[in-house]
Structures are given as structure tokens and as C-alpha cells.
């Protein structure tokens, strides 16, 4: 992994400098788009309005228009706002972990000590684990000031993008209260439930779209487009899903609990 910033994590007068690297990667099939007609990659330029000419990359600033009136800001001016300067990660309060809505969260990252940080960073780690706070940090990062979450997994400090409160959307839906569950209804919903009790492995779990988007391309490579989709993903062609059987609420229930319950003695016996 490379290091994407580095700076120093802060609270109180405590000071540990860190390397902040990406946690996570993308695991997509990497396309691009071409011509249907010949296959020839189709390129995207950055075409001037005036002149028509195509700017190069280096060549552009940034700019925000309100009312008729443009304000272009350059590189230098970014880097003039004292929170792009700042290379800190401010600590400005514990949270119990559980007040951190999931819905909140953006990127992940790693933070890294620096070789002469390894007590501070161990005695902040030690603390987040043994009060089971989070820390809710300040940071700025890409020319973006950010909030985050600070916690410990495997050992590791890591720094999780919040987003502000102003981004979170609320549900301007309306949901009827008023629908009535019978308490059978909910027993079968329960047992259900508890038919599928796992502890969470995310290791049991793969992206079946990307794996079979890999065998179709692969598939192609070989056989070029005359190729039998069937026969490639396994698929009868008289296959039958049972689609367009409509069941009542309490029969979908019982089925499911029925077909869980038979899954799992299989899966005891082999």
C-alpha cells in the first residue's frame, strides 16, 4: 500500500503522527466504452466553450457561478484556506460507538504510526478500546474539510469519512402505521428470523455479478460472441423459477421457515 497523506492525530495536548492509507479497494471489472458500430475506444476531451480548443489537464481551474456572475478559483487559492493547510486530525470528542449512525459513513482508511509515534499511538488505541468510545475527529483531506469516525480493528487505528449532517437525507415518505401485524404474523416472522441466526462472516459472502461478469468475458476471449449464455452459466433452458405464484403473507412465512429448517439439517449432515 502507498501512503496518501500524512500528518498527526491530536487530543488534548497528546500528539501522534500517522500515514494515512486507503482501506479499501474495488474488486470490479474494469470496462470502457467503445464504438458499437467498429469497436474504436471512445475518448472524452476537455473542450473549450470560446475556442473550441482542447485544454490540457494542467490548464484548468475551478469555478462557482451564482446570478450571472463567475468566480474562478485557482490552485493557489485552495491552498491558501488554513484548513487545507492543516495537517492534523482533531480529536474533539468520545462518543459511545452506537450513536454513530452506519447511514453516516463514507471511506475507510488505515492510520499508520510513525516510527517515532508507536506509544502514542498504542496508548489512543488502548483508550478507544477500553472506554468503547468512538472518536469523532476533524480533518481536511483533497480540499475537503471532513468529519470522521476513529476506531480500532485488528490492532489498527482506523479513520471512517462521516458525512455532515446536512448530506444525510431524510425519508420524505410517508410509512402507514396503522397496518396491523397479527401476533402470528410475527411468530412466524421471528422463527424466520431465527432460522437464518448466523455470526457475520463476511469471508462467506462473494460478488456474484462481478464473478459471473469475469466468466462472460473470459467465455468471450475464447469463443468470440457466438457464444451459448446458457451453456456458460450452467442454466437449463427449460429451467423453472416458479415465478407468477402469488402467496398471502402467512404462506410465504411458513415456506421460508420450511425451507430454511430443511438447509440447515442439510448442512448439519454434510
Given amino acids: 500500500m502507498r501512503a496518501i497523506w500524512s500528518g498527526a492525530v491530536t487530543f488534548g495536548l497528546v500528539n501522534v503522527p500517522v500515514k494515512l492509507y486507503s482501506a479499501t479497494e474495488s474488486h470490479d471489472v474494469a470496462l470502457h466504452q467503445v464504438h458499437d458500430r467498429d469497436g474504436g475506444r471512445i475518448r472524452y476531451q476537455r ?7 482542447v485544454v490540457p489537464f494542467a490548464n ?8 450571472g456572475r463567475t468566480v474562478v478559483l485557482t490552485e493557489d487559492d485552495f491552498a491558501s484556506l488554513p484548513s487545507e493547510k ?13 450513536q454513530v449512525d452506519p447511514l453516516m459513513f463514507e471511506k475507510s482508511y488505515y492510520l499508520q504510526p510513525d516510527s517515532k ?22 480533518f481536511s483531506l483533497r480540499q475537503k474539510s471532513r468529519l470522521g469516525a476513529l476506531r480500532v480493528r485488528d490492532d489498527v487505528l482506523v479513520l471512517q469519512g462521516l ?24 411468530e412466524m416472522s421471528m422463527a424466520l428470523v431465527k432460522s437464518y441466526e448466523s ?8 460478488d456474484e455479478y462481478q464473478e459471473e461478469l469475469r466468466t462472460l468475458v473470459e467465455a468471450k476471449l475464447e469463443q468470440g460472441d ?11 433452458a427449460d429451467a ?11 404462506e410465504a412465512l411458513r415456506r421460508s421457515v420450511e425451507k430454511s429448517r430443511g438447509a440447515s439439517k442439510r448442512r448439519g449432515a454434510s
Fill in 163 to 186: 458525512l455532515w449532517e446536512d448530506e444525510v437525507r431524510t425519508a420524505d415518505f410517508a410509512v402507514d402505521s396503522g397496518v396491523r401485524v397479527t401476533a402470528k404474523e410475527l
Fill in 226 to 236: 457466438a457464444i451459448d449464455t446458457d451453456a456458460t452459466f450452467g442454466r437449463a
Fill in 117 to 138: 509515534s508507536a506509544k502514542a499511538y498504542a496508548l489512543l488505541r488502548e483508550t478507544l478500546e477500553k472506554t468503547e468510545r468512538t472518536a469523532i475527529v476533524q
Fill in 199 to 206: 455470526d457475520f462472516d463476511p469471508g462467506r459472502f462473494t
Fill in 86 to 98: 492543516s495537517r492534523e486530525i482533531e480529536v474533539v470528542e468520545f462518543v459511545p460507538s452506537e
Fill in 240 to 250: 423453472d423459477d416458479g415465478g407468477g405464484e402469488v402467496l398471502d403473507l402467512m
Fill in 47 to 53: 473542450v473549450c466553450e470560446i475556442d473550441g480548443e
Fill in 60 to 67: 484548468i481551474d475551478k469555478a462557482y457561478e451564482e446570478g
